[in-house]
């Protein structure tokens, strides 16, 4: 089905280990994004990515590493997870166009990450 | 730095109800503004997306006003149902192109009662 895919839905780790988000779109979608959503702070941008090959840091980048090799995912590591890590992620996408829609975000259903 | 505020937190009322969600954000130069609804355990739902140059954007029972002068919009919720109980979080962007972030509010929790 065309969407946006984010897996493992559900993850269980440990302290130091490193930890890898998946996100697929099948729209060809030239932005893609990496939120976290907590208690008390909301949703917050972790990176995004402008096309592939092109990612910058958003509000709350350290401890995370992205890359865009291909258009269509947006993988999410954490090189060595910590407890403060445990959050709900979530991935989501983007285009601009000339339409009254552009620039509309797109979310997949979230991955739940708990750090022990 | 652009922040979102969205009031009340939460927000109960009995079904059949009109209601009205609002949100503020500080800097008025924004590009668009997006309604989201996020039932618990899920992702969020677009439902509303206005472009800086308009003023409002209506679907089915929703009508989304924009008023960028004051930073200010409205989600209004007509004839409330108890499916309308969720969470619905405002966003902003304050760029065009090569930087569409959202900057997101907290978000308001309704409850529909039947």
């Known amino acids: 089905d065309a969407g946006i895919t984010q897996s493992p839905r559900y993850k269980i780790t440990e302290t130091g280990r490193q930890v890898t988000l998946m996100c697929h779109q099948t729209w060809s979608h030239s932005y893609m994004f990496w939120y976290r959503q907590d208690l008390g702070h909301g949703l917050r941008l972790i990176y995004y990515s402008a096309a592939a090959d092109i990612t910058d840091k958003g509000e709350v980048p350290d401890g995370y590493v992205v890359s865009r090799s291909k258009t269509e995912n947006f993988p999410l590591t954490l090189e060595s997870a910590t407890r403060s890590q445990t959050s709900v992620y979530f991935c989501?996408?983007?285009?601009?166009?000339?339409?009254?829609?552009?620039?509309?975000?797109?979310f997949g259903e979230g991955s739940r990450l708990t750090v022990l | 730095k652009q922040e979102v505020t969205q009031i009340p937190a939460a927000l109960s009322v009995p079904e059949g109800e009109n209601l009205v969600l609002n949100c503020s954000f500080t800097?008025?130069?924004?590009?668009?503004l997006q309604w989201f609804r996020q039932d618990p355990g899920k992702g969020l739902t677009s439902l509303l997306l206005?472009?800086?140059?308009?003023r409002e954007q209506t679907s089915g029972r929703l009508n989304a006003s924009l008023d960028k002068s004051s930073g200010r919009s409205t989600l209004y919720i007509a004839a409330s149902q108890p499916g309308d109980s969720a969470t619905y979080l405002c966003?902003?962007?304050?760029?065009?192109?090569?930087?569409?972030?959202?900057?997101f509010g907290t978000g308001t929790l309704l409850a529909v009662q039947p």
């Open positions: 206005i472009q800086s140059s308009q």
């Open positions: 966003a902003v962007s304050n760029y065009g192109g090569a930087t569409n972030k959202l900057i």
């Open positions: 800097d008025s130069a924004i590009y668009n």
């Open positions: 989501a996408s983007s285009e601009w166009t000339s339409g009254r829609r552009s620039g509309e975000l797109f």
